[in-house]
Structure formats: structure tokens, C-alpha cells
């Protein structure tokens, strides 16, 4: 068990400096990177927590493509526009109260109390066909609005790229 | 339910040694070529190649919007092929809805997608 | 509180393993660029490399210590750490994909239940390597190189992925050694013959996901010196290709456990020639590896590269409505199969 511990602790660690060194940086394709790194150590929390799917779709969607997104768009601006951010330390006094918040309070929660014994990572088990039957046969309205989501920004990128072009030509 | 006294991630702990060898393997590499290799530096060796002209100004200026709406297809689809793994997984113990509800899935996504293709989205040729 | 015995000992043996595997294909990627020139040499009728010891054998080690004694330049404009991590990104994801590839029946570095989706996971991460490479080098071939294998690479990852739902339709598991037994026990034998089509747009997508030709795009030099590679130079350029070589063999081990049986010879041919049972299993992979490995090297030498907006439009336009078309038609037959 105390192996595990470590893991967890280890991991806690890297989520810890790779935040921080996402509002420290000031290119912004360098804060784009600890993101990455911070997706990729979300795939591993899942692994942690025995949803070994969970974590493998992680890293595959997010870190592997949401962000390729997010890089490709960065890539649009001319290099005068990453660099050089200004941090914004009363903005951000605001803007990081309620996670900080939210945090001292679970680990206040966690010392008082102790973690349930249901929350531990060994009775938690994530059985993929159980999972997929169920969302599958029972949750198929689910799956059929997902598809409406996905195919919604198919069509909203031509009619962007046709104003593009309007506004372009003009 | 009486769940398997399981730790996954224990399975996957030899990945984690690979990626930590080959880390030490490619740095080790650079790090024993630092000790033998030449270091006469000038300036002019240090600047960027552009086929022996002077370099005009740097290279992250404008780069065209066309590889915008790859990365966006892209990201669709990702999510459509884990979908479709999750279902491929449990497939023998699907019941007949499961089964046209991933046909119907398909079909609206290919829809959109058609839609893109017909239009010329993906067209290189075409100005967009 | 100590930490337990068996960590130790566990740690120890994967390492033994790594060891192993990771001797092995390095040794196999270093002699296959010898093999490579030597045999597109004799396909042009020449002799390619014949100086460095016999048949020029020794060609790779010279390769490698003319590279580590060459200058390691980082241009001005770069940024320099990205620009010095990214060849060793490309490395490192590329190397890690082997520890999921079983290459015996109980013989693998991690015996994970999701293999397939830890090489998708590890080759989608190895993107960014040839993107920030491209982005940090400060040149504008760099840069466009950069882009467009980023874009080749991501197009061509989607119809690989289709194209692999078939195979894990298929098998009902993402564990390769599971993939190999259904394959031994189904009536074909080998997942190529009901997914022929699954398996050409497999094939085509591994030639475009470790830019080889016909599809070296960043390698174009007409148009774009050398890509992203363009500013690299000595081993940092070297770690580069090597990765690519290592990629290489990942794909052909991949084509041929998920597309050929992996180490088990289909029912039909043993019952035809019963004494082709005695080749041991390793073996048989091993002679499967290194078909797709000449494939890949006849290809280079074969056809001519084709253009960006081709390439393109072969993923976009052509292998993803394949590899659906495919997975459907699998769908249907384990459908009926079922039922």
C-alpha cells in the first residue's frame, strides 16, 4: 500500500508545479505546454483511480487533439503576441480564490474525516463491457444528442471560413 | 457487487520504466556527444537557413488558416473513435438498439462530415 | 515501513526485459538503413555502400560516430529548450510504443490490458515532437515542414484508428495477445482476409504515419529543404531518424500481430503442410516483421512522392469512408455471426 501512497503523492506534486508554472510563464506556447503535460497527468489520475479507458481516452482526445486545436490557433498570431504577457496578479487573485478555496476545504475534509473507504483506489473498478452495454442500450439518447454536438462544428467551420472569405474579398 | 481486489495502474508500471530509459537513453546520447564533439561557433553558423540569402525577418509572422480546420475534423473524429471503441468492446453482449443507435451515430457524423467534404473545405486547391 | 521486496525485484526484471528488446531493435534500426541503401541500391543497379569493412557491414557504426562527432548547432532565433527537447519527444514516444508489443506469447515488457490504445495514445503524444520541432527551430522551412507533417500526421491518424475498430470489433479486446488468439482460433486464421480493405488503409496509413515515402512530405527538399529537420543537426538530427526507424518497426509489428496472426500460422496452411509447424513462434513474427520491413524499403524505391493537396484528399476523401465502409461490413458479419 505504501507504494501507492507515494504514487499518489508524487502525482499530486507534478499537478502542483505544472499549475504553477502555467501562470508563471510568460509565452504563451511554454503555458500551452504545462497544459499539455497537465492533460497527460490527468490520464494517469484516471489510471490511479483504475478507469484505465477513461485515462487512455484522455490522453488520446484531449492531450492528442483538443490541444493540437488550441496549438494550431496559437500559431495564427505572429510570435509579438505571445511573448511578453503581462501577468494580471489582481485578476488573478480573483480568479484562483474558489480552487484554492475548494482545495484547503477537501483537504481539510480529507484530515478531519479520512477518505471514505468506497473513495480508495482498489474498490473502485471500472468494467469496460458493463459501462459500455449500459451506455449503450440504456443511455442511446445520450449518444444520439453527442452525435447533434459533433456534427455541430462541422458545419459552423464552413459557414466561419465562408465570412472569412466574404470579409477577405471585400 | 463484489468487485476483483484489482490494481491497474500496477500493469502499467513497466511503461512508465520504458519511458524513463528512453528518456536516459536519448539524453545519455547528447550528453556523451557534448564531450567529443567540436564547438566553434560564429554567428554566422547560428543563423537560420534560407538558402543562403540574408534570413528576412522571423518566421513566425502569419501562417495560413487551412490547417485550422484539420485540427477541428480531427478532434471530432478522435472522440467518435473512442466511442466506437468503447462499443466495439462490448459488442457480443449488445442488444439491438446498441447496435443501430452506433449506425445512426455514424451516419449523422458522416453527414457532416459529407457536408464539409462537399463543400471544398478540404479542398487545397480552392482558395477558401 | 520498508518498501516491499517484490517492487525491487519487479523493477529489475522489466528492466532485464528492457534491456533486451531495446538491444535488439536498436540494432535493427541501425543495420536497416544499411539494408535500406543496400537494397535501393540494387533495385538502381548500383552497389550501394562496399568501403567501411565487408559489403560495407560496418556502415552504420561509422554513421553513428561520424554524427556524434559532429557540431550540435542551436540557430540564435531558436527557443532554446523547446528546440532541444522536442527530437528527444519524438524518441522517447516512439521507443515506449514497444513496450506494449508482445513478441512471444508470454513474452512482452507490459502485459496491459488496452495495448492498442496506449500505441495510439504514445503516437498521437509523438506529434508534438515533430510540431514544436518545426515551431521552435526559427526558420521558415522549419516551420512550414512542421505544419504540414503535423497535418499529415493528424489526417492519417483518424483512418488508422477506424481501420484498427475493425481489427478490436474483431478480437473484443484491446490486448494484442488477445487480438493474436482470436485470430488463430477464427475460421480464417488471419484478420486480412474477411479486412482486406481495413488492412490497405492500415498499410497506407503506416506509411504516412512514419513519413516514409510515398509520403515524405517534410522530406520534400524541392520545396521545403528538409522540413522540420532543417536546423537540426549531429545526433540531435540522428535521434530524429532513429525514431522514424523505430516507428517504422512498431507499425510492421503491428501490421503483422493485428492483420497477420501475429506468431501463429492460419489453420489451413498447417493442415496443408504439417511440418511448418516445428518454425518457432518468435521466429514466424520475426519473418512476418521483416517482409513489411522490405515493403516498406521497395515502396521508398518504387513510387514517386506525391503532392500535399493529394495527400490530403487520399486520407480525407478516400481512407476514412474505406476504413467505415470496413469497419461496417465487420460489424455486419459479427452481427450475423451472433445471431
Redesign the interface.
Given at each position: 500500500m505504501i507504494e501507492r501512497a507515494i504514487a499518489l503523492l508524487i502525482l499530486t506534486g507534478l499537478f502542483f508545479i505544472f499549475t504553477l508554472l502555467a501562470f508563471f510563464f510568460r509565452h504563451l506556447v511554454y503555458q500551452f505546454l504545462c497544459i499539455l503535460v497537465l492533460m497527460v497527468l490527468q490520464g494517469v489520475l484516471y489510471l490511479y483511480l483504475n478507469a484505465e479507458f477513461l485515462g487512455a481516452i484522455q490522453v488520446i482526445v484531449y492531450a492528442g487533439a483538443v490541444l493540437i486545436m488550441f496549438l494550431f490557433t496559437l500559431f495564427l498570431f505572429p510570435e509579438e503576441e505571445l511573448k511578453h504577457l503581462k501577468i494580471d496578479l489582481k485578476n488573478l487573485k480573483y480568479s484562483s480564490f474558489l480552487p484554492v478555496a475548494l482545495f484547503i476545504f477537501l483537504l481539510l475534509s480529507v484530515l478531519v474525516k479520512g477518505i471514505p473507504e468506497s473513495y480508495q483506489p482498489r474498490n473502485i473498478y471500472f468494467d469496460l463491457k458493463e459501462i459500455s452495454n449500459l451506455l449503450f442500450n440504456e443511455y442511446w439518447l445520450a449518444i444520439f444528442l453527442l452525435a447533434f454536438i459533433l456534427s455541430f462544428p462541422m458545419v459552423a467551420l464552413y459557414v466561419f471560413f465562408k465570412r472569412e472569405e466574404k470579409s477577405g474579398s471585400s | 457487487m463484489e468487485r476483483p481486489d484489482v490494481f491497474v495502474p500496477s500493469s502499467y508500471f513497466p511503461i512508465l520504466i520504458m519511458l524513463i530509459v528512453a528518456f536516459i537513453f536519448g539524453v545519455g546520447g547528447l550528453i556523451f556527444g557534448a564531450l567529443v564533439r567540436p564547438k566553434y561557433y560564429y554567428s554566422l553558423k547560428l543563423i537560420p537557413y534560407e538558402c543562403g540569402n540574408e534570413p528576412s525577418g522571423l518566421p513566425w509572422q502569419k501562417i495560413t488558416i487551412r490547417y485550422f480546420p484539420i485540427a477541428i475534423l480531427f478532434a471530432v473524429f478522435d472522440v467518435e473513435v473512442g466511442l466506437l471503441y468503447a462499443w466495439c468492446y462490448g459488442f457480443s453482449e449488445m442488444k439491438a438498439l446498441g447496435f443501430f443507435i452506433m449506425i445512426l451515430f455514424l451516419i449523422i457524423i458522416l453527414a457532416g462530415f459529407f457536408y464539409d467534404l462537399k463543400k471544398g473545405l478540404l479542398d487545397w486547391q480552392r482558395g477558401i | 515501513?520498508a518498501?516491499?521486496e517484490g517492487?525491487f525485484w519487479?523493477?529489475f526484471v522489466?528492466?532485464l526485459?528492457?534491456a533486451v528488446v531495446?538491444g535488439i531493435v536498436l540494432l535493427h534500426a541501425a543495420y536497416t538503413v544499411y539494408a535500406e541503401r543496400k537494397i535501393i541500391g540494387r533495385m538502381q543497379a548500383r552497389l550501394g555502400p562496399m568501403e567501411v569493412g565487408p559489403y560495407g557491414l560496418l556502415q552504420p557504426i561509422a554513421d553513428l560516430v561520424k554524427?556524434?562527432?559532429?557540431?550540435?548547432?542551436?540557430?540564435?532565433?531558436a527557443?532554446k529548450v523547446?528546440f532541444q527537447m522536442a527530437?528527444?519527444l519524438v524518441?522517447?514516444f516512439a521507443?515506449?510504443n514497444?513496450?506494449?508489443i508482445p513478441f512471444h506469447p508470454s513474452f512482452s515488457?507490459?502485459?496491459?490490458?488496452?495495448g492498442v490504445?496506449?500505441i495510439?495514445?504514445f503516437a498521437?503524444?509523438g506529434?508534438?515532437g515533430i510540431?514544436?520541432a518545426g515551431?521552435s527551430?526559427?526558420?521558415?522551412?522549419?516551420?512550414l515542414g512542421g505544419?504540414r507533417s503535423?497535418?499529415q500526421i493528424?489526417?492519417y491518424?483518424?483512418p488508422l484508428?477506424?481501420s484498427l475498430?475493425g481489427v478490436?470489433?474483431y478480437a473484443?479486446?484491446?490486448r494484442l495477445q488477445d487480438i493474436v488468439a482470436s485470430q488463430a482460433n477464427s475460421l480464417f486464421g488471419m484478420n486480412v482476409i474477411p479486412q482486406i480493405l481495413g488492412f490497405i488503409v492500415f498499410l497506407i496509413c503506416a506509411f504516412a504515419e512514419t513519413n516514409r515515402a510515398p509520403f515524405d512530405l517534410p522530406e520534400a527538399e524541392s520545396e521545403l529543404?528538409a522540413g522540420y529537420i532543417?536546423?537540426y543537426s549531429?545526433?540531435?538530427m540522428g535521434?530524429f531518424f532513429l525514431g522514424e526507424y523505430i516507428s517504422m518497426y512498431v507499425m510492421a509489428l503491428l501490421i503483422s500481430l493485428c492483420y497477420f496472426g501475429g506468431w501463429t500460422l492460419p489453420i489451413w496452411l498447417t493442415t496443408l503442410l504439417p511440418f511448418i509447424k516445428v518454425i518457432p513462434p518468435t521466429l514466424i513474427l520475426i519473418l512476418k516483421v521483416y517482409f513489411f520491413i522490405f515493403l516498406f524499403i521497395w515502396v521508398r524505391a518504387t513510387f514517386p512522392r506525391y503532392r500535399?493537396?493529394q495527400l490530403?484528399?487520399i486520407s480525407?476523401?478516400v481512407l476514412?469512408p474505406l476504413a467505415?465502409l470496413n469497419?461496417?461490413w465487420i460489424?455486419f458479419l459479427?452481427?450475423r455471426m451472433?445471431t
Amino acid at each position: 500500500m505504501i507504494e501507492r501512497a507515494i504514487a499518489l503523492l508524487i502525482l499530486t506534486g507534478l499537478f502542483f508545479i505544472f499549475t504553477l508554472l502555467a501562470f508563471f510563464f510568460r509565452h504563451l506556447v511554454y503555458q500551452f505546454l504545462c497544459i499539455l503535460v497537465l492533460m497527460v497527468l490527468q490520464g494517469v489520475l484516471y489510471l490511479y483511480l483504475n478507469a484505465e479507458f477513461l485515462g487512455a481516452i484522455q490522453v488520446i482526445v484531449y492531450a492528442g487533439a483538443v490541444l493540437i486545436m488550441f496549438l494550431f490557433t496559437l500559431f495564427l498570431f505572429p510570435e509579438e503576441e505571445l511573448k511578453h504577457l503581462k501577468i494580471d496578479l489582481k485578476n488573478l487573485k480573483y480568479s484562483s480564490f474558489l480552487p484554492v478555496a475548494l482545495f484547503i476545504f477537501l483537504l481539510l475534509s480529507v484530515l478531519v474525516k479520512g477518505i471514505p473507504e468506497s473513495y480508495q483506489p482498489r474498490n473502485i473498478y471500472f468494467d469496460l463491457k458493463e459501462i459500455s452495454n449500459l451506455l449503450f442500450n440504456e443511455y442511446w439518447l445520450a449518444i444520439f444528442l453527442l452525435a447533434f454536438i459533433l456534427s455541430f462544428p462541422m458545419v459552423a467551420l464552413y459557414v466561419f471560413f465562408k465570412r472569412e472569405e466574404k470579409s477577405g474579398s471585400s | 457487487m463484489e468487485r476483483p481486489d484489482v490494481f491497474v495502474p500496477s500493469s502499467y508500471f513497466p511503461i512508465l520504466i520504458m519511458l524513463i530509459v528512453a528518456f536516459i537513453f536519448g539524453v545519455g546520447g547528447l550528453i556523451f556527444g557534448a564531450l567529443v564533439r567540436p564547438k566553434y561557433y560564429y554567428s554566422l553558423k547560428l543563423i537560420p537557413y534560407e538558402c543562403g540569402n540574408e534570413p528576412s525577418g522571423l518566421p513566425w509572422q502569419k501562417i495560413t488558416i487551412r490547417y485550422f480546420p484539420i485540427a477541428i475534423l480531427f478532434a471530432v473524429f478522435d472522440v467518435e473513435v473512442g466511442l466506437l471503441y468503447a462499443w466495439c468492446y462490448g459488442f457480443s453482449e449488445m442488444k439491438a438498439l446498441g447496435f443501430f443507435i452506433m449506425i445512426l451515430f455514424l451516419i449523422i457524423i458522416l453527414a457532416g462530415f459529407f457536408y464539409d467534404l462537399k463543400k471544398g473545405l478540404l479542398d487545397w486547391q480552392r482558395g477558401i | 515501513m520498508a518498501l516491499s521486496e517484490g517492487l525491487f525485484w519487479a523493477i529489475f526484471v522489466t528492466l532485464l526485459k528492457i534491456a533486451v528488446v531495446l538491444g535488439i531493435v536498436l540494432l535493427h534500426a541501425a543495420y536497416t538503413v544499411y539494408a535500406e541503401r543496400k537494397i535501393i541500391g540494387r533495385m538502381q543497379a548500383r552497389l550501394g555502400p562496399m568501403e567501411v569493412g565487408p559489403y560495407g557491414l560496418l556502415q552504420p557504426i561509422a554513421d553513428l560516430v561520424k554524427l556524434l562527432f559532429k557540431e550540435d548547432i542551436i540557430p540564435q532565433e531558436a527557443h532554446k529548450v523547446i528546440f532541444q527537447m522536442a527530437p528527444l519527444l519524438v524518441l522517447v514516444f516512439a521507443i515506449t510504443n514497444l513496450s506494449v508489443i508482445p513478441f512471444h506469447p508470454s513474452f512482452s515488457i507490459a502485459d496491459v490490458n488496452l495495448g492498442v490504445l496506449v500505441i495510439l495514445a504514445f503516437a498521437g503524444l509523438g506529434t508534438y515532437g515533430i510540431i514544436l520541432a518545426g515551431y521552435s527551430s526559427g526558420s521558415k522551412y522549419s516551420l512550414l515542414g512542421g505544419l504540414r507533417s503535423a497535418a499529415q500526421i493528424l489526417s492519417y491518424e483518424i483512418p488508422l484508428g477506424l481501420s484498427l475498430a475493425g481489427v478490436i470489433l474483431y478480437a473484443e479486446s484491446f490486448r494484442l495477445q488477445d487480438i493474436v488468439a482470436s485470430q488463430a482460433n477464427s475460421l480464417f486464421g488471419m484478420n486480412v482476409i474477411p479486412q482486406i480493405l481495413g488492412f490497405i488503409v492500415f498499410l497506407i496509413c503506416a506509411f504516412a504515419e512514419t513519413n516514409r515515402a510515398p509520403f515524405d512530405l517534410p522530406e520534400a527538399e524541392s520545396e521545403l529543404v528538409a522540413g522540420y529537420i532543417t536546423e537540426y543537426s549531429g545526433f540531435r538530427m540522428g535521434i530524429f531518424f532513429l525514431g522514424e526507424y523505430i516507428s517504422m518497426y512498431v507499425m510492421a509489428l503491428l501490421i503483422s500481430l493485428c492483420y497477420f496472426g501475429g506468431w501463429t500460422l492460419p489453420i489451413w496452411l498447417t493442415t496443408l503442410l504439417p511440418f511448418i509447424k516445428v518454425i518457432p513462434p518468435t521466429l514466424i513474427l520475426i519473418l512476418k516483421v521483416y517482409f513489411f520491413i522490405f515493403l516498406f524499403i521497395w515502396v521508398r524505391a518504387t513510387f514517386p512522392r506525391y503532392r500535399f493537396d493529394q495527400l490530403m484528399s487520399i486520407s480525407w476523401k478516400v481512407l476514412i469512408p474505406l476504413a467505415l465502409l470496413n469497419f461496417l461490413w465487420i460489424a455486419f458479419l459479427k452481427w450475423r455471426m451472433l445471431t
